[in-house]
């Protein structure tokens, strides 16, 4: 089966961050898979100050937030994907609010589901080594990226744990459903991905 990865860019726009800040407080720095938001979160994202108009459905912030438009989010409970949706409003630098309604995707599910072996990336064998004898080292510097789809199963949506990749993995299936809705989102096969 194919996957394809969420990327952070999008064509003609380039890189589309902000920072984001949440109510409450958090106490600590933001964790987007082990921070435990409360139930009535909410949160508010400045957008970079080259950024003059935002439209696209997904970005990323450089607090790790995962930031998906209204539009999104709809597919994403049709698809039964698990996440904690924050509430968020999204500004320009200047204040003036985006047109929209946006959401943090929070809490994704994360799947340890790279084929070490066949995967080319940086410290190879001290990750291999570390697989049978912990600590897990993370694995970082991809050069190619190859999934174990047995440990997929049936998720549609996924990040990848013990890497530095943080961008979402979808199905071909959920790919092609974000196509014929045509949400503004770039999305690269896996295989031909470069972080």
């Not at 790279?114 to 049978?132: C, D, F, H, T």
């Not at 014929?180 to 991905?193: A, Y």
């Amino acid at each position: 089966m194919e996957y394809y990865i969420l990327e952070y860019q999008y064509p003609r726009k380039g890189f589309i961050s902000g920072g984001a800040t949440f109510v409450p407080a958090l106490d600590d720095y933001y964790d987007p898979i082990n921070t435990e938001l409360p139930p009535h979160t909410t949160a508010e994202v400045t957008l970079d100050s080259n950024l003059r108009k935002m439209d696209v459905d997904f970005f990323y912030t450089g607090t790790r937030a995962t930031v998906i438009s209204d539009a999104l989010k709809q597919l994403l409970e049709q698809w039964k994907v698990v996440a904690q949706f924050v509430p968020t409003k999204v500004h320009y630098y200047n204040n003036v609010p985006v047109s929209g309604t946006y959401w943090i995707a929070h809490k994704l599910q994360a799947l340890d589901a790279v084929q070490y072996e066949q995967s080319q990336y940086a410290g190879k064998a001290m990750v291999l080594r570390s697989i049978n004898q912990p600590p897990r080292r993370i694995a970082k510097g991809f050069e190619k990226i190859v999934l174990d789809e047995q440990k997929i199963g049936e998720a549609e949506l996924f990040t990848l744990d013990y890497t530095y990749i943080s961008n979402p993995i979808i199905s071909e299936a959920f790919y092609q459903d974000i196509r014929q809705h045509k949400l503004k989102i770039h999305m690269t096969p896996v295989g031909e991905f470069r972080p």
